[in-house]
DNA sequence: AGTCAAAACAAACGTTTGTTTTATTATTAA
DNA sequence: TTAATAATAAAACAAACGTTTGTTTTGACT
């Protein structure tokens, strides 16, 4: 807990002395836990799963689990700050912001995120569930995090409306709505099975950008 | 939970022998149970909510809670059935479903359906977030009834597609993507408090269709 | 060989959980 | 009134939880 609120990002702490060789095992241990943990997390839920199915999951024992961890609620805020910190290396790469033609810039955005999230479904689904768990300080910072994420697509949607490349009556509220859609897969792909990844994210583009580009399709 | 399973829809159960004043004094005792843990279930999380807190919030003392509920599981899962039930109830009313033409009929069973999602948007953000709780064998029955919510707005579309009212690729996929975006506000309000009732049941209903009716606004 | 800190371990801690039971009081019906 | 029924409060229950403890093993450096 102290260790991800004085430190956000990746735990960075080191603060016992360590030499680089040790800190890279230590370091590879989180992420060893924090991943195993994220699976249990997706298949029984954060409250189901408890600190001994992780210990067993990792191999690690219970009790040596918090010299790697500071805690439960720790690897949940861990979890959740790998995805988002993945989600923006992925959607900024790539020169993608560097287009200027709106509807290119939009088509390149969006498809880098729908990607994401189709690969990521089950991660995302988990953290869609598991929000309420996180602590209200943490909470503030992933909605912060998600509301530059939505601004992202609102300054490309606001550009465009003014080049008359697209139209919609309000950027903030189309580009909210993008953002939700967006996660359409992981949210519903229990009943969207028939689709091939392909199919899916072709579709959803299409259906997305219907709504802010005219006589899109 | 066996009380539910055996009889899905209301716990209509009685299996004690009542007398009709008795067994009214019980039902309105259930659904006040069910609406006061709903609330906390809301508010602090179905796993972080004991049986103590609703045991306090409904005045009711703790082991008598066990004469009116069978456990824990089934109040979520009365929960639930209860929303279904009422969804379908306000979507299926009102001769709605007999209109013929397909643009007034979509319009009128996507609004009707977005103002409830908007008022029950609570309790469908719990519902989103608790569904990992229920028992197989009820979730595979709530997964049934919404894919039926999603069917009948299938069969609207094909129909406007055939009188080429609507132009849609896929109607499967954009009943799904439809359905998904009616659930918008429950799950984005956070960041869409700027709007009032009817602003954004307004956009929300423009840019829905926009993606089904050709130049629709 | 000796030192020392990190890693591993089993065991136990103190709570809290959902649920049941018991003994006592209030309400109701005959 | 009397006997059955319901409601209450309190305690008890076993199980599970996250976390901490004290001790032992390991492995690298003096």
């Known amino acids: 807990m102290t260790d991800i609120d004085q430190n956000i990002p990746d735990s960075e702490s080191s603060d016992k002395r360590l030499n680089p ?21 997706i298949k029984k839920g954060y ?14 024992n219970l009790g040596n689990l918090y010299h790697y961890i500071s805690g439960k609620e720790d690897i949940l805020c861990i979890a959740f700050n790998n995805y988002h910190n993945l989600v923006m ?13 709106p509807e290119a810039k939009l088509k390149a955005v969006l498809r880098q995120s729908l990607e994401i999230t189709y690969d990521f479904r089950n991660d995302l689904l988990m953290m869609h569930r598991e929000t309420r768990v996180l602590p ?13 994420f939505v601004r992202l697509f609102e300054d490309i949607i606001t550009r465009g409306v003014e080049s008359k490349a697209f139209k919609v009556s309000d950027p903030f509220f189309a580009a909210n709505m ?8 992981a949210l519903r792909s229990w009943n969207l099975k028939q689709f091939t990844r392909e199919e899916f994210l072709d579709m959803a583009e299409e259906t997305i950008l219907r709504a802010i580009i005219p006589d899109a399709m």
């Open 21 to 41: 060789r040790q800190q890279q095992i230590f370091k590879k241990r989180q992420v060893m836990i924090v991943k195993k943990a994220s699976r249990l997390f």
């Open 47 to 60: 409250s189901q799963t408890s600190m001994r199915d992780i210990a067993n999951a990792t191999g690690i």
């Open 89 to 101: 290396e992925f959607v900024i790469k790539n020169d993608i912001l560097n287009i200027q033609e």
């Open 136 to 148: 209200r300080k943490f909470l503030k910072i992933i909605l912060k995090k998600e509301s530059e």
């Open 178 to 185: 993008l953002v939700f859609q967006i996660s359409f897969y």
